[in-house]
C-alpha cells in the first residue's frame, strides 16, 4: 500500500514539474516565422501568408518591409493569440524591385515601434522573383 501511494505521489510530482518545463520553454521561446511565397511580382503586388509563433500572448506584433536603402515602404500589425503566434494574410503592393527584410517583432503598446528589449526576426522577400 504504501510503495502504491509513493509510485502515485512520484507521478503527480512528476507531471507537476513536466508541465512546469513546458511553461518556461514556451515562455524563453525564440520566434518563429514563415512566409510564403518568398518572392512576387512588382506590379500588380501579392499576397504573403505569414505564419509565426513565440512571440508575446494577445499582444501585437508589427510588421516591416524594410529594403535595402533602410527605408520602410510598407507596414502593419497583427494581434497574437495565446501562444504569442498568428497566421495572417497581406498584400504587398507598391514595392519597388528590391530585396527586403520582413521584419516582425513585439509592440505591447502598439505605437508602431518595436518594444525596447522586444524579440524580433525577419525573412528575406525578393521583388521580382529571381
Known amino acids: 500500500m504504501v510503495s502504491k501511494l509513493l509510485f502515485v505521489f512520484g507521478l503527480i510530482a512528476f507531471g507537476i514539474s513536466g508541465l512546469a518545463g513546458i511553461s518556461l520553454l514556451t515562455a524563453f ?7 510564403s511565397p518568398t518572392c512576387g511580382p512588382s506590379e500588380p503586388g501579392f499576397n504573403i501568408v505569414i505564419n509565426t509563433n513565440g512571440f ?8 516591416k518591409f524594410v529594403g535595402s536603402d533602410s527605408k520602410i515602404p510598407l507596414y502593419t ?4 493569440n495565446s501562444t504569442g503566434g ?8 507598391d514595392l519597388k524591385e528590391d530585396k527586403y527584410k520582413l521584419y516582425l517583432g513585439d509592440d505591447s503598446d502598439g505605437d508602431g515601434a518595436f518594444d525596447i528589449g522586444a524579440k524580433r526576426i525577419y525573412a528575406n ?3 521580382p522573383c529571381p
Open 125 to 127: 522577400v525578393t521583388i
Open 77 to 80: 500589425k497583427f494581434e497574437t
Open 56 to 63: 508575446k500572448p494577445n499582444s501585437i506584433v508589427d510588421v
Open 29 to 35: 521561446a525564440e520566434p518563429k516565422v514563415d512566409i
Open 86 to 93: 498568428f497566421t495572417e494574410v497581406t498584400f504587398a503592393d
